[in-house]
């Protein structure tokens, strides 16, 4: 049976909840997660680690504990376990880590709060002590850094100091994109045990931060990942495991990980497959363009260059299929993520009657790879006169089962003020959400439509040198940023506003280009290259997909880290299957 208490997050981040947003407004990460008030409160409720004795295994079979201190998205590790046919207890005193028979320990969020809520609570000791005590353990992403003796994230941050090590930031000027976003294939090294089933198949990352193999630390780590350098991807010693990649979002091969932690006896299939060294894979991503059509049903739509209308006499929303579904069959199909975007969210208040959070709540039970989700992230006053930061609007579609939020038309208000000011206020949605949730938790959408000019001078923004001249013969172009879904152009290139939005904070940029959506004619290589080439972060080419070869063709020619297309997977026209194995004739790695 699920416990049926409040986790240990609903304790502590109170502050998050939906109805609290004077507090959200004025947070910084570590007060997100536990304000003095909740701090007194939670320190009364538990009893010191000292006075508990680790008992027995006792409890059945079919129980995990799970530390969730209410940083983000712990759904899917939730999903993913219910999903394998197990019930969660949720860690409410440190005397819980304690006793648990089996312990899952998600950590999501920044390094040195997360710290500050395991020292403040008790829980940092009572988490040595269970790791002491060599009981089943399997710390993810976080979970694994926080092992460590410190990092460097916000720090130096003294960490656990169970291993020795401190936790560094990717070095970006190796020539590598930071965050580290997407699928790798693993070293595995000695005996692992959960990773028996992994051998070189790709499993999801998604950090900025990494930890370095050592002599000091080498009899822990069972698998390393090469991302312009080695990095520890899993450590093992005894019961005690950590992985830095997200096994809940690894698809079938991440839930083997889960599989294997939680039956320690399971026996291998086969021998154990060795892993090989290997370069991050292009992503594939199938975008679910969503909104109401005129009857009011929710409805996965596709639009021509943005007009999502039939040309009919009825005019109606163009429907093709229901947005659970589609995901459903999307990931079973081999996408490496599926990205939500609202696309009247801009006009329609996303919280106001929660369909798209309906659409994760649904989607994340049984869909295995991350989830984006866009559309109408911002600040917001409701008629009644009631204010939402856009962090709450963010917070909400995190706990619903979103893993990154997409930002499209608030950004270009954001990096126009900073292009004007040169000032960072820290108050725009994107430094707010990145700053409490990690900046690989942000997408910045753009939605450009070329504009062609007789000269570079012709215009204060970037202008390249295009491969198709204009309808006038004209050899340059800008792109030019619109807001609301391509309604409003706006005075910002899209090639400033991706410097503006890397500074301010975005992880990754979604490029689409208004002139190439749902033409099939390929993605626009002149833009995807200019901003991929500019960018230190992941860029994701869209618009534009038609054929297998379109893919190839943008990893080829451009720096892009994925490519995403929507028309030729609702129409059935090309499977992802097909762009997969297409990509790998061509010798580009991709996740199969
Ligand atoms: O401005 O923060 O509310 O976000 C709105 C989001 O909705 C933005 O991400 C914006 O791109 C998106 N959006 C708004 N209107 C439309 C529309 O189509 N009328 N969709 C829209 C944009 C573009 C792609 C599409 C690719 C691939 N969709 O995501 O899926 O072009 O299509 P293809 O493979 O068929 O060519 P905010």
Redesign the pocket.
């Known amino acids: 049976m699920e416990a049926t208490a409040a986790p240990f997050s609903s304790i502590v981040s109170s502050r998050q909840n939906f109805s609290s947003s004077s507090s959200i407004r004025a947070s910084s990460p570590a007060s997100l997660f536990l304000s003095q008030k909740s701090i007194g409160n939670v320190n009364r409720k538990f009893k010191s680690p000292r006075s508990l004795s680790v008992r027995a295994s006792s409890t059945s079979d079919s129980v995990v504990t799970l530390l969730d201190y209410g940083a983000g998205n712990v759904r899917s590790i939730r999903n993913a376990l219910r999903h394998l046919g197990f019930s969660i207890k949720d860690v409410q005193t440190p005397g819980d880590i304690l006793n648990a028979d089996r312990l899952i320990f998600p950590g999501v969020g920044a390094f040195a709060p997360a710290m500050d809520v395991l020292n403040r609570t008790g829980m940092a000791e009572a988490l040595c002590k269970y790791i002491e005590n060599d009981r089943p353990f399997l710390g993810i992403c976080l979970g694994l850094q926080l092992l460590f003796d410190s990092s460097e994230e916000n720090g130096p941050v003294k960490g656990l100091g169970v291993i020795p090590g401190i936790v560094g930031r990717f070095d970006a000027s190796a020539g590598i994109r930071v965050p580290h976003i997407g699928w790798n294939a693993l070293q595995v090294g000695k005996d692992s045990e959960i990773l028996d089933d992994v051998g070189n198949r790709h499993v999801y990352f998604v950090h900025s931060y990494r930890a370095i193999p050592s002599d000091e630390n080498k009899d822990w780590i069972s698998s390393t990942c090469n991302y312009g350098e080695s990095f520890i991807s899993s450590i093992r010693r005894g019961n005690v495991h950590a992985v830095q990649f997200h096994p809940e979002k690894s698809g079938e091969v991440g839930l083997s990980v889960l599989r294997r932690f939680l039956h320690p006896k399971l026996p291998a299939t086969q021998k154990p497959m060795e892993g090989k060294a290997s370069k991050l894979a292009k992503r594939v991503i199938a ?1 679910l ?1 969503v909104r109401t059509n005129d009857k009011g049903d929710l409805v996965v ?3 021509d260059q ?3 209308r039939e040309q009919s006499n009825e005019n109606e929303v163009r429907n093709l299929g229901k947005p659970v579904d589609l995901a459903g069959q999307y990931y079973k199909d081999g996408a490496d993520e599926i ?1 939500f ?6 006009r329609d208040f996303p919280l106001g009657d929660l369909p798209m959070i309906q659409v994760l709540r649904q989607t994340s039970k049984n869909v295995f790879v991350p989830l984006t989700v ?5 600040d917001f006053t409701d008629a009644s006169g009631r204010y939402y930061s856009s962090l709450e609007v963010a917070a909400e579609y995190f706990r619903s089962g979103a893993d990154k939020i ?6 270009v208000s954001a990096a126009e003020e900073f292009i004007k000011s040169g000032v960072k206020t820290g108050k725009s949605s994107l430094e707010q959400i990145s700053r409490v949730y990690g900046n690989q938790a942000v997408v910045v ?1 753009i ?1 450009p439509r070329r504009v062609y000019v007789n000269h570079p001078d012709d215009v204060p923004y970037k202008v390249i040198r295009v491969t198709n001249p204009g309808p006038n013969g004209e050899e340059y172009a800008w792109y030019q940023c619109t ?4 309604r409003e152009g706006r005075p910002i290139g899209a090639f400033e506003l991706a410097k503006a939005v890397e500074e301010l904070g975005a992880g990754e940029i ?1 490029l ?2 208004i002139d ?5 004619k390929g993605f626009d290589i002149d833009l995807v290259k200019l901003i991929s080439d500019s960018v230190g972060i992941p860029v994701i080419a ?4 038609g054929t297998p070869d379109h893919f190839s063709e943008v990893f080829e020619k451009t720096n892009a880290s994925a490519a ?5 997977f ?1 129409r059935k026209e090309v499977p992802i299957q097909s762009v997969k194995e297409h990509l790998q004739e061509e010798r580009i790695e991709v996740r199969i």
């Not at 866009?374 to 911002?378: E, H, K, L, N, T």
């Not at 869209?542 to 997909?545: H, K, Y």
């Not at 995403?564 to 030729?568: F, K, M, Q, T, V």
């Open positions: 975008c363009d739509t596709k639009g943005y007009d999502v990205s975007l609202n696309i009247t969210g801009f866009g559309g109408g992230i911002r997409s930002i499209g038309s608030d950004a959408s939605d807001v609301s879904g391509g979604l689409n280009c190439c959506d749902g033409q099939g869209s618009s534009g997909a995403l297309a929507a028309g030729i609702h």
